[in-house]
């Protein structure tokens, strides 16, 4: 009988069995360990590709950590990098660490990630997302939890440009009661994904509006019902600083899209401040 592998870690059950470990498996193991946020978005020919390995060797190998097949061991990988890409997760771990939670480290680890998010697919959807919030009737964004400042930042920002940007809150449905085609929104999650963020995107996907996703993978709840996806790096467990770069190369990107008139708006938007004695 096997033992139920649902509730294990992966690299775990791997450094268990290392020593015992054909020559084939341990090439695997150490593959699964140094690629294992990759792993669940892998089907078992791109693994067999990138590793070198047949794909009945892999099905051995899962076999071997007591995995009825390949798509359970799929199964177990993305509940542990979901878990593992948490922001508290990432606390914990920096917490306990004896030098990989120093300052430095952090602002290494942040900014690796920021290079890693460039690519042509990228760039595609960057400047598409670009032209859907200049055109779109409304502009909705929507972030909950941890990637609701996100949201907030993004939303006043674009608010500064443009007069039909409405940030949802969580729970407010009748704020989009009337959304048509002609509509966008602008959805922010990561690991563990909010059910209200993922069924917001679905609904504005049903309602043909087109969605912009920034996520942290192409395949997460949320990028698939996204046309246009903005995919963080994972690397630095929460890529928050990655997103918010996001939310600035936006804005700025909007913002050149009509220079005149976002200037115009903005200025009328801080005389309206000075007038209500906004600022100190």
Do not use: H
Not at 233 to 246: K, L, Q, T
């Amino acid at each position: 009988m096997r033992r139920n592998t649902f509730g294990k870690n992966i690299i775990q059950l791997i450094e268990q069995n290392y020593d015992s470990c054909s020559k084939t498996n341990k090439v695997l193991s150490d593959f699964v360990k140094a690629n294992i946020r990759a792993i669940p978005f892998m089907s078992i020919n791109e693994m067999s590709k990138q590793s070198g390995v047949s794909c009945p060797s892999i099905t051995r190998f899962v076999r071997m950590l007591s995995f009825a097949n390949f798509s359970d061991f799929i199964a177990c990988a993305r509940k542990n990098v979901q878990k593992d890409l948490t922001p508290w997760e990432r606390i914990r771990r920096a917490a306990i660490a004896p030098n990989g939670g120093s300052l430095k480290s952090m602002i290494d680890s942040n900014a690796a990630s920021l290079r890693k998010i460039y690519n042509e697919t990228f760039e595609a959807n960057f400047y598409s997302s670009v032209r859907t919030i200049t055109k779109a009737r409304c502009v909705y964004i929507i972030g909950a939890r941890s990637s609701y400042s996100i949201a907030v930042y993004l939303g006043s920002i674009l608010n500064n440009l443009q007069d039909n940007v409405i940030l949802l809150k969580q729970g407010d449905f009748s704020a989009f009661a009337d959304v048509t085609s002609e509509d966008s929104l602008i959805a922010i999650g990561f690991a563990r994904y909010t059910r209200i963020t993922c069924e917001t995107a679905k609904y504005f996907y049903d309602k043909g509006c087109t969605v912009i996703s920034i996520t942290d993978s192409y395949t997460s709840p949320i990028a698939l019902s996204s046309e246009n996806v903005l995919s963080v790096s994972n690397a630095s467990g929460y890529p928050v600083a990655e997103a918010m770069s996001i939310a600035v190369y936006l804005t700025t990107a909007v913002a050149q899209v009509n220079p005149q008139k976002s200037l115009e708006r903005m200025e009328n938007m801080e005389k309206l401040g000075d007038s209500l004695r906004a600022y100190i």
